[in-house]
């Protein structure tokens, strides 16, 4: 749904981009992720058409980014870093507007509208001027703005940015919901969101690709095993050799309270280890998966150059 | 065009929100009419003495006394009021970061450009038509020439369409409205005193210089002349404008 091949933007020397390859597939929530300067609103602003790319290819929906700029802007939904509202507008008259320019036609214009203010659970300001609502409504605004013609991509650059807890929550909540209808992009440097929010991510860093893939894959090539944290109420040494006997099991270690339990990809050791507990009388307190978490895969792939 | 004329009204709408459209309005409409008031009331005074001797009877003429004066006051008005008009139309947009929005839209650059330019120049009406009502009881009072009188309206609208092309162009280079105003009504002064150069200069660059100044096409509408070179130079002159904005967002976009 959205490609791009060796996608490379220069600001005069400064390379923002450089030889960008991916590819998201259809009705997935994606996640751009890099520090800050890395390149990912340039690479947004490039799919969106809002920039030229220096050299490369990128594809939207089965259109050409810079041949077919025209039909990619009519299935792009995009939501930029600053929100881009009139202040001076209403709720109502604001969305109205951008339905007008993304070509809604006239008699589907107010259906258009009234969707995306359901959807975005913006009905109770409809009726207000923009300047005056709060922060998480205008952020709200700006992704009803990017729906309102109901496209079949929405890239969002930064989503939650300056938003409270509980606001952060509403949108990410709202994005889930997109899944499968839309396929969405969203960049963030927040990790816990993309956990919680994407299929997969792009790890970007200076402009350069580090990593691409389903979370679980990336994960998969950074660490050798798959395995389980376990807390149990009691640790003899007795516990370790009954776990070693297991077939399959690569790896038990003991650490504090906890037991790790490893064993290579592809295998699901979980169901024997949870009978043998059983059988032994053994109470488990905790279990939780012991695969590399994000942070700790972001940190490897941006500082220690992991370049897939 | 519907998408042209949604940026219109999103326009108009920014325009008559805020109190810019009505400031420039109403100031315009006094000036006008105080201008319009002191040129008539020294009619006045003039035609009752003049009256006494036949003489003179045939020089009393309203159009050259009270209009042809009046629309000169109202040219350099425009100058003065109109680069206020034209400084927000881009500069907002990217200050606001709105122009994002605008250049993602499946609308081409020239529709955008148009379309903000129509606003301006239905601001550009609204001030014209509304200081022309107290001129137009002249007809129901006295008999002036038509024509001379529609031309010098034409010609003022025409000369505020070249300044708002010239404004937004300025509008599209920065986004700072003061900056986009203050650049605007500098070279709109710049091109009205390029007549006061040609008195000065020779031969062909009298001609070229005396070409380029807005106010010498002026002269001939309100005298009651419509020539094509006229029009023309106030068509191109509005055109290059625009030109050059698509131009500029263009460039930038492609830096």
């Known amino acids: 749904m959205i490609e791009t091949e060796q996608l490379t933007k220069k600001y005069g020397d400064l390379v923002a981009v450089k030889d960008l390859s991916f590819k998201v597939e259809e009705g997935k929530i994606w996640g751009l992720l890099g520090p800050n300067a890395a390149g990912k609103t340039t690479t947004m602003r490039i799919l969106t058409g809002y920039l030229p790319a220096t050299a490369g290819r990128a594809s939207v929906a089965g259109y050409d980014v810079f041949e077919q700029a ?83 991509v929405i890239i969002l650059d930064e989503p939650t940015i300056g938003l409270d807890p509980a606001q952060i929550v509403e949108i990410r909540q709202l994005i889930k919901s997109f899944k499968g209808e839309h396929t969405v992009m969203l960049s963030t440097h927040i990790l816990a969101e ?77 169901t024997p280890i949870i009978k043998t507990c059983l059988d032994n009388n053994l109470e488990i307190k905790e279990m939780r998966s012991v695969a590399m978490n994000i942070e700790e895969l972001y940190l490897r792939i941006v500082s220690g150059g992991m370049e897939q | 065009m519907k998408a042209l004329w949604s940026i219109t009204k999103k326009e108009l709408l920014s325009y008559f929100t805020s109190p810019i459209a009505y400031v420039v309005i109403a100031v315009f409409t006094l000036l006008s009419g105080f201008f319009f008031y002191s040129l008539i009331s020294w009619f006045n005074m003039v035609a009752i003495q003049i009256l006494q001797n036949p003489y003179y009877y045939q020089q009393v003429n309203i159009n050259q006394m009270v209009f042809a004066p009046l629309f000169n006051n109202l040219s350099i008005v425009l100058l003065l009021m109109l680069p206020v008009i034209s400084m927000r139309l881009f500069s907002e947009e990217k200050k606001m970061g709105t122009e994002e929005l605008l250049l993602t839209s499946p609308i081409s650059v020239t529709q955008i450009i148009l379309g903000k330019y129509l606003a301006s120049l239905i601001v550009l009406l609204a001030m014209l038509v509304l200081s022309a009502i107290p001129t137009i009881l002249t007809f129901i009072y006295g008999n002036p020439e038509p024509l001379p009188y529609f031309l010098g309206y034409l010609g003022l609208f025409l000369l505020g369409a070249a300044f708002l092309g010239l404004g937004v162009f300025w509008s599209a280079l920065t986004e700072n409205q003061i900056v986009s105003a203050v650049l605007t009504f500098g070279t709109l002064l710049l091109f009205w005193v390029l007549s006061w150069a040609a008195y000065s200069a020779q031969g062909l660059w009298q001609d070229v210089l005396s070409y380029l100044s807005f106010f010498e096409h002026f002269d001939n509408m309100t005298r009651g002349v419509l020539d094509t070179s006229d029009l023309s130079y106030y068509l191109s002159f509005a055109f290059f404008g625009l030109f050059l904005t698509h131009s500029v967002i263009q460039f930038r976009r492609w830096r």
């Open chain 1, 70 to 152: 025209e039909a990619v802007k009519q299935s792009i939904g995009y939501l930029p870093e600053n929100v881009p509202l009139y202040p001076e507008m209403t709720v109502d008259s604001y969305l109205g507007f951008v339905a007008e320019i993304k070509k809604v036609p006239g008699p589907k214009k107010k259906e258009a509208v009234n969707r995306a203010v359901e959807i975005t659970g913006l009905s109770s300001v409809r009726r207000r001027l923009i300047k005056n609502i709060s922060r998480g409504f205008k952020q709200r605004l700006g992704i009803a703005q990017a729906l309102i013609h109901n496209p079949k």
């Open chain 1, 194 to 270: 993309v956990k919680e929010v994407c299929d997969g991510v792009v790890i970007i860093n200076e402009g350069k690709l580090m990593a691409s893939g389903s979370l679980d894959e990336l994960a998969q090539s950074f660490s050798q095993n798959d395995g389980i944290f376990l807390r149990l109420d009691r640790t003899d040494s007795g516990i370790r050799d009954l776990f070693k006997q297991l077939p399959g099991i690569k790896k038990v270690e003991v650490e504090g309270s906890e037991i790790r339990l490893e064993w290579p990809w592809g295998q699901n050791l979980r």
